[in-house]
């Protein structure tokens, strides 16, 4: 059983890092069900376990904070829902690389909902949306904007931390750093790309695709 809690207010990240590292030694030990916790977070930088200093480039501008995560400086802010994946790999398969995939599949799921073509990158972490409507990079690379960003974290083969979609976040908040290290293309929202979509829709969105990209292991 996998419970889903959704938090209206933004919680504050340290917050939000501390109750997701007790709730996943909880799913390790037997003592808590699954979970997936949506919310949002107030204005901030996290840097992962590969964040890259040079990749910081308004450090003054919003609270930054280091985090145990794998990946490089990401923006959480109002209008991004933030999915944390708490899940308990033992039963669901020691496998990371895996467990990644499915994220990515997750996000590409919900986008096809609002019929948004949802797309990987070799090289590149997360999920890309194809901007044939914009010139291409000066290289002639066509351009690319991201608009989920993943980074997770597993303990005790638990998962927590988990995915990020830009539904209608200020993308100029993005500027004060390099996200995700990848430098060239842009960041854009689903509100950004014309789809007057809701945080409500978005969120019967992920739950009505989670089935398809972590099927329950114990169903027959």
């Not at 450090?59 to 990946?71: E, K, L």
């Not at 901007?131 to 980074?151: F, M, S």
């Not at 200020?170 to 290290?181: A, K, N, R, S, W």
């Not at 960041?187 to 329950?216: H, K, N, W």
Request: charged letters at 25%.
């Amino acid at each position: 059983m996998v419970e889903w809690i959704t938090s209206d207010d933004p919680v504050p990240y340290p917050d939000a890092v501390a109750w997701m590292e007790g709730r996943a030694g909880a799913i390790a030990r037997g003592a808590a069900d699954e979970c997936i916790w949506l919310l949002e977070h107030p204005p901030l930088y996290t840097a992962g376990t590969s964040a890259n200093p040079a990749d910081l480039r308004a450090p003054n501008r919003f609270p930054v904070y280091q985090t145990r995560r794998g990946g490089q400086y990401t923006y959480h802010g109002p209008g991004q829902r933030v999915a944390y994946v708490m899940l308990d790999l033992n039963r669901r398969g020691r496998d990371i690389r895996r467990f990644v995939t499915s994220l990515e599949t997750w996000v590409i799921a919900a986008l096809a909902e609002f019929n948004l073509r949802g797309e990987i990158r070799p090289g590149r972490v997360g999920v890309w949306i194809a901007r044939p409507d914009h010139a291409p990079l000066p290289d002639g690379t066509p351009r690319e904007d991201k608009i989920a960003a993943i980074g997770v974290r597993i303990r005790k083969w638990v998962s927590f931390h988990g995915i990020s979609i830009n539904l209608d976040p200020d993308l100029d908040h993005f500027d004060g750093i390099v996200p995700c290290g990848i430098s060239g293309h842009g960041v854009t929202s689903l509100v950004d790309l014309g789809l007057p979509v809701t945080m409500p829709d978005l969120d019967l969105a992920l739950r009505r695709t989670f089935d398809t990209a972590f099927p329950d292991p114990s169903a027959p």
